[in-house]
T-cell receptor, first 115, second 116 residues
Framework: AQSVTQLDSHVSVSEGTPVLLRCNYS??????LFWYVQHPNKGLQLLLK??????LVKGINGFEAEFKKSETSFHLTKPSAHMSDAAEYFC?????????????FGSGTRLQVQP | NAGVTQTPKFQVLKTGQSMTLQCAQD?????MYWYRQDPGMGLRLIYY???????DKGEVPNGYNVSRLNKREFSLRLESAAPSQTSVYFC???????????????FGPGTRLLVL
């Protein structure tokens, strides 16, 4: 069975400093991994996804994530935080081996950006 | 394109009342999903429909029913609402090109449901 662990429920950074949101996954086969962002009172928006091509994935708004199979990690980073990055971020896994298209979500990391 | 739309945006129910949450997508997607979001728990899958005319249970189906009315629409029904069903409900869709395809899911804006 697949699972996702987001290691921090809350992260606070100052504007202009780097962002690191940590995610570890468990999957029986070759997973696809996603990061979604949810701004307050909004739906979820895809930031980026890993689909077994390049291990370093670039997404929207300057975010990127690196797939590390040996560490079963898919951490999300951004070099310089902006106030508009304040939101909740979800790491998500889709295990193709099960044949299901359903996603398994992590519990979320709330990013706070201080001025 | 509107993408995925959901109605209503907000609803208050009394325990035991019934209601239907509506979802529609205009992207010609085959697969549609219903999730609930609770604090500290991420999103959990309630039901999904891999194609028109089929539905399958997800992680937390108890207390819910679904109908895939046509390719565009996928509704979620609460027959007898309970306070434990207070949550934010999200509908999503994806292309559904096959079980081994990698798909992005597109989400609606959500329905906030309060059961008293």
């Amino acid at each position: 069975a697949q699972s996702v662990t987001q290691l921090d429920s809350h992260v606070s950074v100052s504007e202009g400093t780097p962002v690191l949101l940590r995610c570890n996954y468990s999957s029986s086969y070759s997973p696809s991994l996603f990061w979604y962002v949810q701004h307050p009172n909004k739906g979820l928006q895809l930031l980026l996804k890993y689909t077994s091509a390049a291990t370093l994935v670039k997404g929207i708004n300057g975010f990127e994530a690196e797939f590390k199979k040996s560490e079963t990690s898919f951490h999300l980073t951004k070099p310089s935080a902006h106030m508009s990055d304040a939101a909740e971020y979800f790491c998500v896994v889709s295990d193709l081996d099960t044949g299901r298209r359903a996603l398994t979500f992590g519990s979320g990391t709330r990013l706070q950006v201080q001025p | 394109n509107a993408g995925v739309t959901q109605t209503p945006k907000f609803q208050v129910l009394k325990t035991g009342q019934s209601m239907t949450l509506q979802c529609a997508q205009d992207m010609n997607h085959n697969s549609m999903y219903w999730y609930r979001q609770d604090p500290g728990m991420g999103l959990r899958l309630i039901y999904y429909s891999a194609s028109e005319g089929t539905t399958d249970k997800g992680e937390v189906p108890n207390g819910y029913n679904v109908s895939r009315l046509n390719k565009r629409e996928f509704s979620l029904r609460l027959e007898s609402a309970a306070p434990s069903q207070t949550s934010v409900y999200f509908c999503a869709s994806s292309e559904g090109r096959g079980p081994r395809s990698v798909e992005t899911q597109y989400f609606g804006p959500g329905t906030r449901l309060l059961v008293l």
